[in-house]
């Protein structure tokens, strides 16, 4: 007994220090974390809350605070059956392309374009009753235990990627023992780890593990281990129910180049990132950045009475409520390319905004442009065209992009109001009264299903101004927008933001009630600058590019692929080298264009034809896996890449 007791020991001391290599030459941060760690645990300056037994042939995890088992059952008859469980079906996975309301049809939208051909004819042929993946590309472990479950499942289903997941760096280290990390990184598989981490930094891991091979993202596997990590659970949730490839089709930013060019031709001005950074024009001012949030209203009567003393910047939203309280924001920012915003910034005073600045994402509507034609107007491009002009940023909300274009201009001292990220607790409504926009939420606590993607689920977080609030996975998209900016902010700019709101708690935003701020407010002092002159003084009319030659590389990559649409397939494997070829050939060619933006069009089409072509091809279903089916893929696949590049011709010619 004591031999075999001294054979594991060396055994598992063996799987330990193999995995330590591992980790220093593949993940240095980790490593470092658990080397100092093990260090503590050695010199005795740190009590282990978990130790490694081995009781009957198996191992587990003592608590030795409180003397419980982490498994209390045999570990692996435990990770037997758990693999047992795991299949190549959609069971236990996040399921991302877009269905019916049947679950037995794909369905686009007007900005899939060219990709609508592909999902009409995968409709016809695929039997959505019977879906099973002939490989796992994407898997996600939400724990790791001692680890025999992971090494279990892997070995039975053997992911391309793998996403481990681990909220304590004592279980991780002990997990080190018992199983080889190395496995999950052998044979061109890719392993991501977060340990012990952040939530914005389990965020940014997950979203390398999206990017990385994201023509795979039509399903991710995951394996919850203990109930207690349910909220890993929830996160990975909302993370894929806003980062999804259909959820940013290629048509949008073939519409926004159409747009910039053309604002470009009109000669209108354009903000210069270099030059803002430069001069930094709201530096030492105190700004006041106003959101839709309900709880503008709390505040509404305060900010007429103080404006004077802040440089306010509003979204586009709220401005005919604030012409409603006589209050005049210095700035309005707008960034949504719907028609819909003519009707936000119409006044019932036409002099209402004449002091004002109105600063656009170069992606507006025909509509809104009429509306302000007379208005004092500025460009920030929606896509990083003209690189002599920078590049502000992408978010997907009017209240982040508000926040990040003050920072971006100088701004070190903000106050934000109304970005609640939450719904009114009583009503609930999403927006302050008399907003140009109107949504009431259900405001019942309602979890969804494990396998469900859905953004309606009501949820209770912690509050900025209360304990907690009540929101949903739609709204809470919010505060990841702005704690995913403010990390990106922090690390260009030193500044103070101070949130009044009434709503969920913003991490790297510092709480502030109401009347904190009123004691304050003897103390600020007036503005006394011309918003105007100095916007002009960091913006400029620029000179559109001759994309002559983009032209003649784009007429060649149509040539190519009409070439590679008639190509005679073989097999599957045939394909796909062949499609691989085209794209690398591509990509060689793109570099050579006068602009990125132009190579991504292409790549952006890939993205999002191929993530339901791979689907189709990693299906085990006699019909969709034969020449046929693969022949008549390769024809819509090739006819779709030659219409977004004559449109992409249209556009810069």
């Not at 190549?88 to 019916?100: A, C, E, P, Q, V």
């Not at 806003?242 to 949008?252: A, E, K, Q």
């Not at 983009?550 to 070439?563: A, E, H, M, T």
């Not at 132009?598 to 969709?624: C, K, P, S, T, W």
Request: aromatic share 12%; glycine share 4%; hydrophobic share 35%.
């Amino acid at each position: 007994m004591e031999k075999e007791l001294s054979d594991i020991s060396n055994t598992l001391l063996t799987i330990y220090n193999n995995n330590l290599k591992f980790l220093e030459e593949n993940f240095e941060d980790i490593f470092n974390r658990v080397n100092t760690l093990s260090n503590k645990i050695n010199d005795g300056t740190y009590k282990e809350n978990y130790s490694l037994e081995y009781i009957d042939g198996y191992f587990d995890i003592l608590n030795n605070n409180d003397n419980t088992w982490f498994y209390a059952t045999n570990s692996y008859e435990d990770a037997d059956s758990r693999a047992k469980n795991s299949n190549f079906t959609k069971d236990g996975s996040l399921d991302l392309l877009r269905k019916g309301q049947d679950g037995k049809s794909f369905i686009g939208a007007n900005s899939f374009g060219d990709v609508m051909p592909i999902l009409n004819y995968m409709n016809e042929n695929i039997d959505f009753n019977n879906i099973e993946f002939q490989k796992i590309y994407k898997f996600v472990f939400m724990g790791v235990g001692i680890g025999i479950h992971l090494h279990e499942i892997n070995k039975k289903l053997n992911p391309f990627t793998t996403l481990i997941i681990e909220p304590e760096l004592e279980i991780f280290r002990l997990s080190l023992f018992t199983i080889d990390y190395s496995e999950f990184q052998i044979n061109n598989k890719k392993l991501f780890l977060s340990v012990e981490d952040s939530k914005i930094d389990r965020t940014r891991m997950t979203h390398e593990f999206y990017m990385y091979h994201n023509y795979m993202n039509y399903n991710i596997k995951h394996h919850l281990l203990i109930q207690n990590y349910n909220y890993l659970q929830d996160e990975l949730i909302d993370f894929f129910s806003t980062n999804d490839v259909t959820s940013f089709p290629y048509n949008l930013t073939l519409k926004n180049i159409h747009k910039t060019i053309g604002f470009i031709k009109q000669k209108d001005r354009f903000l210069n990132m270099d030059t803002i950074q430069n001069k930094k024009i709201l530096k030492d001012k105190n700004i006041l950045v106003v959101s839709a949030g309900p709880s503008l209203d709390n505040y509404i009567e305060w900010i007429e009475e103080n404006q004077n003393k802040f440089t306010i910047i509003s979204v586009d939203v709220i401005v005919r409520k604030l012409e409603k309280h006589n209050i005049v924001p210095d700035i309005v920012v707008s960034i949504d390319p719907s028609h819909l915003c003519a009707t936000y910034l119409t006044c019932e005073d036409k002099n209402y905004l004449k002091n004002s600045c109105i600063v656009f994402l170069s992606q507006q509507d025909e509509e809104v442009m009429k509306v302000v034609k007379d208005l004092n107007y500025y460009f920030a491009q929606s896509i990083p065209l003209l690189p002599e002009l920078g590049f502000l940023g992408s978010v997907s909300n009017v209240g982040t992009y508000s926040f990040m274009l003050a920072c971006h201009l100088g701004a070190n001292k903000l106050y934000t109001i109304g970005n609640d990220a939450a719904f009114n607790q009583e009503t609930g409504s999403r927006y302050s009264k008399d907003s140009s926009c109107e949504i009431t939420e259900n405001t019942e606590l309602v979890k969804a299903e494990d396998n469900v993607v859905s953004s309606f689920d009501i949820l209770e977080v912690e509050g900025n101004l209360r304990d907690n609030v009540k929101t949903n996975r739609t709204l809470l998209t919010f505060k990841d927008s702005f704690e995913a900016i403010i990390v990106s902010l922090k690390t260009h700019y030193d500044f103070e933001v101070y949130n009044l709101s009434d709503g969920v708690k913003l991490e790297g935003f510092e709480s502030m009630k109401y009347d904190e701020i009123d004691k304050i407010k003897d103390d600020l002092s007036s503005k006394n600058y011309d918003i105007q002159e100095l916007l002009n003084s960091v913006s400029e009319v620029v000179k559109l590019p001759d994309y002559k030659s983009d032209i003649q590389i784009l007429n060649s990559i149509i040539s190519k692929v009409k070439k590679h649409k008639s190509i005679n397939i073989k097999s599957r494997d045939h394909y796909l080298a062949q499609k691989l070829d085209i794209m690398i050939w591509f990509l060689e060619k793109s570099k050579k264009m006068s602009s990125s933006v132009f190579g991504n069009i292409f790549l952006l089409y890939i993205e999002l034809a191929d993530i339901y072509v791979n689907f189709l091809l990693n299906l085990r279903q006699d019909n969709v896996n034969n020449i046929e089916t693969i022949t008549t893929i390769n024809k819509l696949w090739s006819d779709g890449v030659i219409n977004v590049l004559k449109d992409l011709k249209k556009s810069i010619s």
